[in-house]
Protein backbone atom coordinates (compact mmCIF):
# COMPACT_ATOMS: atom_id res chain seq x y z
CA UNK A 1 0.00 0.00 0.00
CA UNK A 2 1.03 3.56 -0.69
CA UNK A 3 1.31 6.42 1.99
CA UNK A 4 -0.30 9.67 1.65
CA UNK A 5 -0.89 13.01 4.30
CA UNK A 6 -3.61 15.33 3.93
CA UNK A 7 -2.98 19.08 3.83
CA UNK A 8 -5.69 19.50 6.20
CA UNK A 9 -2.92 18.51 8.63
CA UNK A 10 -0.85 22.00 7.27
CA UNK A 11 -3.32 24.68 6.75
CA UNK A 12 -2.25 26.82 4.56
CA UNK A 13 1.07 25.92 3.60
CA UNK A 14 2.64 26.40 0.21
CA UNK A 15 2.91 23.66 -2.18
CA UNK A 16 6.62 23.99 -2.53
CA UNK A 17 6.72 22.83 1.35
CA UNK A 18 4.09 20.52 1.19
CA UNK A 19 6.21 18.81 -1.78
CA UNK A 20 9.41 19.04 0.29
CA UNK A 21 7.73 17.86 3.72
CA UNK A 22 6.10 14.61 2.11
CA UNK A 23 9.33 14.11 0.20
CA UNK A 24 11.52 14.06 3.08
CA UNK A 25 8.99 12.39 5.08
CA UNK A 26 8.70 9.24 2.83
CA UNK A 27 5.18 9.87 1.82
CA UNK A 28 3.91 8.49 -1.41
CA UNK A 29 1.55 11.29 -2.11
CA UNK A 30 -0.51 14.01 -0.39
CA UNK A 31 -4.14 14.80 -0.42
CA UNK A 32 -4.44 18.23 -1.96
CA UNK A 33 -7.16 20.15 0.05
CA UNK A 34 -9.44 22.31 -2.10
CA UNK A 35 -10.44 24.99 -0.48
CA UNK A 36 -10.54 28.71 -1.08
CA UNK A 37 -8.44 29.36 1.90
CA UNK A 38 -5.27 27.48 0.06
CA UNK A 39 -3.15 27.76 -2.63
CA UNK A 40 -4.71 24.71 -4.07
CA UNK A 41 -8.53 25.73 -5.15
CA UNK A 42 -10.63 25.93 -8.25
CA UNK A 43 -9.70 29.28 -8.63
CA UNK A 44 -6.36 28.63 -10.13
CA UNK A 45 -5.41 29.30 -13.47
CA UNK A 46 -4.17 26.84 -16.13
CA UNK A 47 -0.76 27.76 -15.49
CA UNK A 48 -0.85 27.56 -12.00
CA UNK A 49 -2.40 24.41 -12.17
CA UNK A 50 0.88 23.17 -14.74
CA UNK A 51 3.07 24.98 -12.56
CA UNK A 52 1.69 22.55 -9.10
CA UNK A 53 1.80 19.70 -11.26
CA UNK A 54 5.54 19.93 -12.45
CA UNK A 55 6.52 20.76 -8.62
CA UNK A 56 4.89 16.97 -7.69
CA UNK A 57 5.74 15.35 -10.74
CA UNK A 58 9.90 16.26 -10.51
CA UNK A 59 9.60 15.36 -6.58
CA UNK A 60 7.93 11.98 -7.14
CA UNK A 61 5.12 12.69 -4.81
CA UNK A 62 1.89 11.76 -6.25
CA UNK A 63 -0.99 14.33 -5.86
CA UNK A 64 -3.83 11.68 -4.71
CA UNK A 65 -6.78 13.13 -4.22
CA UNK A 66 -8.56 16.96 -5.03
CA UNK A 67 -10.31 16.99 -1.55
CA UNK A 68 -13.33 19.45 -1.98
CA UNK A 69 -16.32 20.56 0.19
CA UNK A 70 -19.43 19.59 -2.15
CA UNK A 71 -22.29 18.16 0.18
CA UNK A 72 -23.54 16.22 -2.86
CA UNK A 73 -26.83 15.06 -0.29
CA UNK A 74 -27.72 18.79 0.85
CA UNK A 75 -31.21 20.69 -0.15
CA UNK A 76 -31.20 23.09 -2.90
CA UNK A 77 -30.70 23.15 -6.71
CA UNK A 78 -28.94 20.24 -8.26
CA UNK A 79 -27.27 22.69 -11.08
CA UNK A 80 -25.19 24.53 -8.41
CA UNK A 81 -23.91 20.93 -7.18
CA UNK A 82 -23.13 19.75 -10.45
CA UNK A 83 -21.58 22.53 -11.64
CA UNK A 84 -19.29 22.65 -8.40
CA UNK A 85 -18.86 18.89 -9.11
CA UNK A 86 -17.41 19.58 -12.29
CA UNK A 87 -14.77 22.79 -11.09
CA UNK A 88 -13.49 19.92 -8.86
CA UNK A 89 -13.24 17.13 -11.50
CA UNK A 90 -11.37 19.73 -14.14
CA UNK A 91 -8.66 20.98 -11.24
CA UNK A 92 -7.63 16.91 -10.59
CA UNK A 93 -7.38 16.31 -14.17
CA UNK A 94 -5.35 19.48 -14.59
CA UNK A 95 -3.18 18.00 -11.65
CA UNK A 96 -2.95 14.81 -12.83
CA UNK A 97 -5.27 13.54 -9.76
CA UNK A 98 -7.30 10.57 -10.26
CA UNK A 99 -9.75 11.31 -7.48
CA UNK A 100 -12.17 14.32 -6.21
CA UNK A 101 -13.02 13.64 -2.58
CA UNK A 102 -17.05 15.03 -1.91
CA UNK A 103 -19.16 14.91 1.00
CA UNK A 104 -22.73 13.39 1.45
CA UNK A 105 -24.48 16.74 3.29
CA UNK A 106 -27.70 15.39 3.62
CA UNK A 107 -28.14 16.14 7.72
CA UNK A 108 -32.01 16.81 8.74
CA UNK A 109 -33.77 15.30 5.23
CA UNK A 110 -34.89 11.81 5.55
CA UNK A 111 -32.20 9.14 4.86
CA UNK A 112 -34.28 7.57 1.64
CA UNK A 113 -34.44 11.13 0.67
CA UNK A 114 -30.71 11.94 1.25
CA UNK A 115 -29.67 9.06 -0.76
CA UNK A 116 -31.93 9.64 -3.45
CA UNK A 117 -30.59 13.48 -4.01
CA UNK A 118 -27.04 12.01 -3.42
CA UNK A 119 -27.17 9.78 -6.25
CA UNK A 120 -29.16 12.00 -8.10
CA UNK A 121 -26.67 14.34 -8.72
CA UNK A 122 -23.40 11.76 -8.33
CA UNK A 123 -25.29 10.17 -11.25
CA UNK A 124 -25.04 12.79 -13.42
CA UNK A 125 -21.54 13.97 -12.70
CA UNK A 126 -20.53 10.35 -13.11
CA UNK A 127 -20.13 10.58 -17.38
CA UNK A 128 -18.28 13.74 -17.19
CA UNK A 129 -15.87 12.16 -14.69
CA UNK A 130 -15.05 9.43 -16.67
CA UNK A 131 -14.57 11.23 -19.82
CA UNK A 132 -11.78 13.01 -17.61
CA UNK A 133 -10.13 9.96 -16.38
CA UNK A 134 -10.60 11.25 -12.52
CA UNK A 135 -13.20 9.18 -10.26
CA UNK A 136 -15.26 10.96 -7.70
CA UNK A 137 -15.19 9.71 -3.88
CA UNK A 138 -17.85 9.61 -1.60
CA UNK A 139 -16.32 10.01 2.41
CA UNK A 140 -17.95 8.33 4.80
CA UNK A 141 -18.63 11.21 6.66
CA UNK A 142 -21.44 13.45 8.85
CA UNK A 143 -24.80 12.33 7.48
CA UNK A 144 -23.50 9.00 5.96
CA UNK A 145 -21.09 7.78 8.75
CA UNK A 146 -21.12 4.34 8.51
CA UNK A 147 -20.32 1.99 4.90
CA UNK A 148 -23.33 1.11 4.85
CA UNK A 149 -24.77 4.33 4.70
CA UNK A 150 -22.64 5.64 1.97
CA UNK A 151 -22.86 2.15 -0.36
CA UNK A 152 -26.67 2.46 -0.37
CA UNK A 153 -25.74 5.61 -2.39
CA UNK A 154 -23.37 4.10 -4.76
CA UNK A 155 -25.50 1.38 -4.98
CA UNK A 156 -28.07 3.39 -6.23
CA UNK A 157 -25.01 5.39 -8.81
CA UNK A 158 -24.04 2.27 -10.27
CA UNK A 159 -21.20 4.24 -11.84
CA UNK A 160 -17.63 2.95 -11.87
CA UNK A 161 -16.59 6.51 -12.06
CA UNK A 162 -18.13 6.92 -8.12
CA UNK A 163 -17.06 5.39 -5.54
CA UNK A 164 -15.58 5.76 -1.77
CA UNK A 165 -13.25 6.90 0.59
CA UNK A 166 -13.61 4.87 3.99
CA UNK A 167 -12.45 7.28 6.63
CA UNK A 168 -12.29 5.04 9.87
CA UNK A 169 -13.13 7.18 12.52
CA UNK A 170 -16.63 8.06 10.94
CA UNK A 171 -18.05 4.45 10.47
CA UNK A 172 -16.46 3.55 13.74
CA UNK A 173 -18.44 6.81 15.82
CA UNK A 174 -21.29 5.49 14.59
CA UNK A 175 -21.03 2.10 16.03
CA UNK A 176 -20.36 0.00 13.00
CA UNK A 177 -17.40 -2.67 13.00
CA UNK A 178 -14.59 -2.48 10.31
CA UNK A 179 -15.35 -5.67 8.86
CA UNK A 180 -18.86 -4.03 7.93
CA UNK A 181 -16.99 -0.97 7.04
CA UNK A 182 -15.46 -3.20 4.68
CA UNK A 183 -17.37 -5.54 3.48
CA UNK A 184 -19.84 -3.20 1.69
CA UNK A 185 -17.67 -0.88 0.61
CA UNK A 186 -14.97 -2.85 -0.52
CA UNK A 187 -16.36 -3.15 -4.16
CA UNK A 188 -16.55 1.33 -4.36
CA UNK A 189 -12.81 1.56 -2.22
CA UNK A 190 -10.69 4.17 -3.48
CA UNK A 191 -8.65 5.06 -0.22
CA UNK A 192 -8.85 4.91 3.17
CA UNK A 193 -8.01 7.95 5.27
CA UNK A 194 -6.69 7.42 8.92
CA UNK A 195 -6.48 9.31 11.73
CA UNK A 196 -6.24 8.44 15.34
CA UNK A 197 -8.12 10.16 18.64
CA UNK A 198 -8.37 10.07 22.20
CA UNK A 199 -12.44 8.67 22.40
CA UNK A 200 -15.46 8.82 20.87
CA UNK A 201 -15.98 12.37 23.06
CA UNK A 202 -13.09 13.67 22.22
CA UNK A 203 -11.86 13.71 18.60
CA UNK A 204 -8.30 15.84 19.34
CA UNK A 205 -6.03 14.93 16.17
CA UNK A 206 -3.43 12.01 18.03
CA UNK A 207 -0.14 10.61 16.61
CA UNK A 208 -1.11 7.14 15.12
CA UNK A 209 -1.24 4.47 17.16
CA UNK A 210 -1.47 6.63 20.26
CA UNK A 211 -5.59 6.48 20.50
CA UNK A 212 -8.65 4.49 20.49
CA UNK A 213 -9.28 3.86 16.74
CA UNK A 214 -9.29 0.28 15.21
CA UNK A 215 -6.73 1.17 12.86
CA UNK A 216 -4.95 -2.35 13.33
CA UNK A 217 -7.69 -4.24 12.27
CA UNK A 218 -8.65 -2.06 9.60
CA UNK A 219 -5.17 -2.33 7.60
CA UNK A 220 -5.69 -5.91 8.44
CA UNK A 221 -8.57 -6.45 7.01
CA UNK A 222 -7.56 -4.70 3.55
CA UNK A 223 -4.19 -6.49 3.68
CA UNK A 224 -6.04 -9.92 3.75
CA UNK A 225 -8.66 -8.86 1.21
CA UNK A 226 -5.42 -7.81 -1.10
CA UNK A 227 -5.99 -4.36 -1.64
CA UNK A 228 -3.20 -2.51 -2.83
CA UNK A 229 -4.17 0.89 -2.51
CA UNK A 230 -3.53 4.47 -0.43
CA UNK A 231 -3.76 4.82 3.09
CA UNK A 232 -3.60 8.39 3.92
CA UNK A 233 -3.55 10.07 7.15
CA UNK A 234 -5.87 13.08 7.40
CA UNK A 235 -4.56 14.90 10.65
CA UNK A 236 -7.07 17.90 11.93
CA UNK A 237 -5.19 20.20 12.73
CA UNK A 238 -7.25 22.59 10.84
CA UNK A 239 -10.37 22.32 13.21
CA UNK A 240 -8.03 21.78 16.18
CA UNK A 241 -5.10 24.46 16.30
CA UNK A 242 -4.53 23.34 20.09
CA UNK A 243 -3.44 19.81 18.38
CA UNK A 244 0.30 19.13 17.54
CA UNK A 245 1.95 19.99 14.73
CA UNK A 246 1.89 17.75 11.97
CA UNK A 247 5.53 17.82 10.46
CA UNK A 248 6.47 16.78 13.67
CA UNK A 249 4.96 13.26 13.87
CA UNK A 250 5.31 12.73 10.01
CA UNK A 251 8.71 10.25 10.53
CA UNK A 252 6.65 8.54 13.76
CA UNK A 253 3.26 8.03 11.29
CA UNK A 254 4.60 6.49 8.50
CA UNK A 255 7.00 4.11 10.91
CA UNK A 256 3.53 2.90 12.43
CA UNK A 257 1.53 2.63 9.28
CA UNK A 258 4.64 0.19 7.67
CA UNK A 259 4.79 -1.58 10.90
CA UNK A 260 0.63 -2.18 10.23
CA UNK A 261 1.26 -3.03 7.08
CA UNK A 262 4.22 -6.10 8.51
CA UNK A 263 2.32 -6.94 11.02
CA UNK A 264 -0.62 -8.04 8.51
CA UNK A 265 1.44 -9.51 5.87
Known amino acids: ?16 DVVRLASASGYHGVELRAHPEEPVNTALGLSERAGVADEFKASGVE ?12 PGDDEAVIDELGAL ?12 RVFPGGGGLPAEEADL ?31 VDAARVLGLVGHRSVGAVWDVMHPWLGGE ?4 THAVLAPHLGYVQVKDIATADDTTPLPLGAGVLPLAESVELLSRAG ?18 DLPDLLDRGRDHLSWLLAQSA
Open 177 to 180: DPAA
Open 63 to 74: ILTVAGYTRVAA
Open 1 to 16: MKLAFSTLGVPGMPVA
Open 227 to 244: WDGWLCWEYEKRWYPQAR
Open 117 to 147: IAARRLAAAAPHAADLGVRILLETHDSHRRG
Open 89 to 100: LALARDLGAPYV
